[in-house]
């Protein structure tokens, strides 16, 4: 069974562009999250999806968004891009909304420059 | 609030036993979560309690839950070189949902 699978891997942006991450989930899994990972913040969640219905949200500015498709692949957008948003983007993916087990795929690396 | 604290750093030798350390501060947490992260990559689900639970074992790993004192801790038997790598805490509220995490604690195995 395939894992959490996040594209790009590597992702190198100029300040002010606007990027895209992707995440597909594991196979049967319809809830995702996303995770901002930094040096300075830790590990900080982003946002969480279900049924293409955002969940919950974390304390990020309004150039984060994200949604969530009929396949329960689901994406990420940050505008503006700020050099402080050099991170690692991490997804999870759980079976369900009431799931107990959170999987995580490798991540997006994306440096702003 | 919610916070989830860890110490940074933690050096064993091959074949001791680690101990690693957390505090959360929120009494309402349901699950408690011990990830790795190996360089370079995602997390890895390690294990996991409910708070109604003391302890949990799962082969060379134990977990300790202190719900009084909000003090989680991990057991790795018999530590190998191939347990070096980040050991992050974490908490939810609910299942599974939107986790805390702690700022995780790098475990350095020397043979």
């Known amino acids: 069974k395939a894992g959490v699978t996040q594209t790009p891997r590597y992702l190198i942006k100029t300040r002010g562009q606007q990027?895209?991450?992707?995440?597909?989930?594991?196979?049967?899994?319809?809830?995702?999250?996303?995770?901002?990972?930094?040096?300075?913040?830790?590990?900080?969640?982003?946002?969480?999806y279900f049924s293409?219905?955002?969940?919950?949200?974390?304390?990020?500015?309004?150039?984060?968004?994200?949604?969530?498709f009929s396949n329960?692949?689901?994406?990420?957008?940050?505008?503006?891009?700020?050099?402080?948003?050099?991170?690692?983007?991490?997804?999870?993916?759980?079976?369900?909304?009431q799931a107990i087990e959170a999987f995580f795929g490798q991540g997006t690396r994306l440096t702003v420059v | 609030g919610e916070d989830?604290?860890?110490?940074?750093?933690?050096?064993?030798?091959?074949?001791?036993?680690?101990v690693i350390n957390c505090t959360y501060t929120d009494s309402s947490s349901t699950y408690l979560y011990w990830y790795k992260q190996e360089p370079g990559a995602g997390l890895q689900?390690?294990?996991?309690?409910?708070?109604?639970?003391?302890?949990?074992?799962?082969?060379?790993?134990?977990?300790?839950?202190?719900?009084?004192?909000?003090?989680?801790?991990l057991r790795?038997?018999?530590?190998?070189?191939?347990?070096?790598?980040?050991y992050f805490c974490a908490e939810s509220l609910y299942q599974g949902g939107k986790l805390i995490f702690g700022q995780g604690t790098e475990l350095s195995v020397k043979p």
């Open chain 2, 4 to 18: 989830v604290e860890q110490s940074l750093f933690l050096s064993v030798r091959e074949g001791d036993s680690s």
């Open chain 2, 76 to 86: 790795i038997a018999d530590t190998q070189t191939g347990d070096s790598a980040i």
């Open chain 2, 45 to 73: 689900l390690l294990t996991y309690i409910f708070s109604n639970m003391d302890m949990k074992q799962d082969q060379r790993l134990t977990v300790l839950l202190n719900k009084k004192d909000k003090h989680l801790s």
């Open chain 1, 72 to 97: 329960s692949r689901s994406e990420m957008n940050v505008s503006t891009l700020e050099l402080g948003d050099s991170a690692l983007y991490l997804c999870a993916s759980r079976l369900g909304d």
């Open chain 1, 19 to 48: 990027v895209t991450l992707s995440c597909s989930p594991i196979s049967g899994h319809r809830s995702v999250s996303w995770y901002q990972q930094t040096p300075g913040q830790g590990l900080q969640f982003l946002f969480e």
């Open chain 1, 52 to 68: 293409e219905t955002q969940r919950n949200k974390g304390n990020f500015p309004g150039r984060f968004s994200g949604r969530q």
